[in-house]
C-alpha cells in the first residue's frame, strides 16, 4: 500500500490565506486596543479587552453546546 503524502498548491494558498487573515485579524484587533488605550488610557484597554473575552466566551459557549448536539 503507497501512500501519495505530497500536498498541493491549494493547499498552501489557503494556508497563506488563513495566516494572512489571521494577522489582519489581529492587526485590527491591536488597533482598537490601542485606540482605547490612547483614549481612555489603561482601564478602557482593560475593560475592552474584558468585553471581547466576553463575547469569545459566549461565542465559545455557544459552539461547543451545538457541536455536543
Do not use: C, N, S
Not at 48 to 57: M, V
Amino acid at each position: 500500500m503507497v501512500l501519495d503524502r505530497r500536498v498541493g498548491g491549494r493547499f498552501w494558498i489557503g494556508l497563506m490565506a488563513a495566516i494572512v487573515g489571521i494577522g489582519i485579524a489581529v492587526g485590527i484587533l491591536f488597533l482598537f486596543v490601542g485606540a482605547a488605550l490612547a483614549t481612555w488610557g489603561v482601564l478602557g484597554a482593560f475593560v475592552f479587552g474584558g468585553i471581547a473575552l466576553t463575547f469569545a466566551w459566549f461565542y465559545d459557549r455557544r459552539k461547543q453546546a451545538q457541536y455536543e448536539d
